[in-house]
T-cell receptor
Framework: DQQVKQNSPSLSVQEGRISILNCDYT??????FLWYKKYPAEGPTFLIS?????DKNEDGRFTVFLNKSAKHLSLHIVPSQPGDSAVYFC????????????FGQGTTLQVKP | DAGVIQSPRHEVTEMGQEVTLRCKPI?????LFWYRQTMMRGLELLIY????????DSGMPEDRFSAKMPNASFSTLKIQPSEPRDSAVYFC??????????????FGPGTRLTVL
């Protein structure tokens, strides 16, 4: 059973427009969420995170929104740039800080010039 | 500062052969994770260690998979015997759990395994 789901395998947007990547989770014990970005032939790198005590966290062009009642989070990239083209993974972890992250399947974002 | 180091970067082997993947975590990190990336399931956690002790190996697919962490600076993931369905990219990641609030993990570049 996939506890973290990214239902869109791919997304294509025009440079300068907004990219919205979505993620759903099923485990109500998750209380911390992260987004990772992965370029080809490289390992994933941390992008942005949010705690369940917040509903929004912003870092430059990247904003993550959390809707706990819907068990849904989204990553907004504004404005999108060609260098943002990558695979984006959503991840979640629960209280107790075991350190274990549960990842989604990933969404491939293509930003067209 | 060196990141997580994995070797080899690419491995091509024949079905039935033993495969050993290696990982050196970031110095000072006390947690190490092995993941497998596939198209269908994304990043799957196979096993993780805290202070060199295996904590959760529920993601290890079969007895053919085993992992060890003999010391704080080295871990191996072994597949014996390997099968074509094991073909994937295997990532190692590490983190410092003493920084409790962050949860961020640092990933190596991965090993692309192809089993023919």
């Amino acid at each position: 059973d996939q506890q973290v789901k990214q239902n869109s395998p791919s997304l294509s947007v025009q440079e300068g427009r907004i990219s919205i990547l979505n993620c759903d989770y099923t485990n109500s014990m998750f209380d911390y969420f992260l987004w990772y970005k992965k370029y080809p032939a490289e390992g994933p790198t941390f992008l942005i995170s949010i705690s369940s005590i917040k509903d929004k966290n912003e870092d430059g062009r990247f904003t993550v929104f959390l809707n706990k009642s819907a068990k849904h989070l989204s990553l907004h990239i504004v404005p999108s740039q060609p260098g943002d083209s990558a695979v984006y993974f959503c991840a979640a972890t629960g209280s107790g800080n075991t350190g274990k992250l549960i990842f989604g399947q990933g969404t491939t974002l293509q930003v067209k010039p | 500062d060196a990141g997580v180091i994995q070797s080899p970067r690419h491995e091509v082997t024949e079905m039935g052969q033993e495969v050993t993947l290696r990982c050196k975590p970031i110095s000072g990190h006390n947690s190490l994770f092995w993941y497998r990336q596939t198209m269908m399931r994304g990043l799957e956690l196979l096993i993780y260690f805290n202070n060199n002790v295996p904590i959760d190996d529920s993601g290890m697919p079969e007895d053919r998979f085993s992992a060890k962490m003999p010391n704080a600076s080295f871990s191996t993931l072994k597949i014996q015997p390997s099968e074509p369905r094991d073909s994937a990219v295997y990532f190692c990641a590490s983190t410092d759990r003493s920084v409790a609030a962050l949860h961020e993990q640092f990933f190596g570049p991965g090993t692309r395994l192809t089993v023919l």
